[in-house]
């Protein structure tokens, strides 16, 4: 069930509040940070209502659903991403509409997002998504092929690899997740030390609601939050 729109205002400030004290325990700013939210199940009321809150990002999970919600977002003061797991034959349907697409973990789907943005005379942006944890239920390019993928993408026309992303797995401390966290910023670091042709690493997109006071003390400059926002909500319909 969604809070109502004062829960929500609440929780956004409290959110911004969290991500403020994160980033000052790091040496950063809250303008370092990027605030999404996570707008799954999400209605465009509610949406827009946190962007007139000073919401600047939100991103969707499902390419139906953005579809659905797309001519009602309020889209002037806002970016919106696609965070969910992409398959190839979806990818015409979102490129010219969203400003990232955040889950990039194969050539294939790369190249096809290529041949859409060629029709749109457009490039998009992109970011890799890495698995972690070795999960076999989880998209995402293993740690270990992560390298071989960029190099098979930096030359691939209307991309721009923007950085990386990735979903840790659940752990039942904050110590085993930030392993996690701190293990996906030592490979960011070392990709962006490598200057590699059209792969920039801008954005290290890490951290949901639980977490992202731990990933951004991780070095993670873009979370992703949803639940702690707009409340808990029914992820099987």
């Not at 991103?59 to 919106?80: A, F």
């Not at 076999?136 to 390298?147: A, F, I, Q, W």
């Not at 910023?185 to 997109?205: E, G, P, T």
Request: aromatic letters at 8%; hydrophobic letters at 40%.
């Amino acid at each position: 069930m969604v809070n109502s729109l004062s829960d929500v205002e609440y929780n956004y400030k409290t959110i911004c509040e969290n991500i403020e004290k994160a980033a000052l325990s790091v040496n950063k700013n809250f303008s370092d940070i990027i605030f999404l939210a996570a707008t799954k199940t999400v209605d465009v009321e509610t949406i827009n209502y946190s962007i007139d809150l000073g919401l600047r990002y939100i991103g969707e999970n499902k390419v139906q659903e953005l579809l659905s919600k797309y001519d009602r977002y309020n889209l002037d003061k806002c970016s919106l991403q696609f965070i969910g797991h992409l398959q190839t034959n979806k990818v015409r349907q979102i490129v010219s509409k969203v400003d990232l697409i955040q889950s990039v973990d194969s050539v294939k789907l790369a190249k096809e997002i290529s041949k859409q943005s060629k029709l749109y005379n457009t490039v998009t942006d992109v970011l890799i998504e890495v698995n972690i944890g070795k999960e076999e239920n989880k998209s995402g390019v293993m740690p270990e092929n992560l390298y071989e993928l960029l190099d098979e993408i930096k030359d691939i026309d209307n991309i721009k690899v923007k950085g990386l992303m990735a979903i840790p797995p659940i752990c039942e401390n904050k110590q085993k997740i930030c392993k996690f966290f701190d293990n996906m910023n030592n490979i960011f670091i070392d990709i962006d030390s490598k200057n590699i042709d059209n792969i920039s690493m801008d954005i290290l997109s890490m951290g949901m609601s639980d977490d992202y006071q731990e990933a951004i003390k991780c070095g993670a400059n873009m979370v992703r939050v949803g639940s702690a926002l707009f409340g808990a909500r029914n992820y099987n319909k």
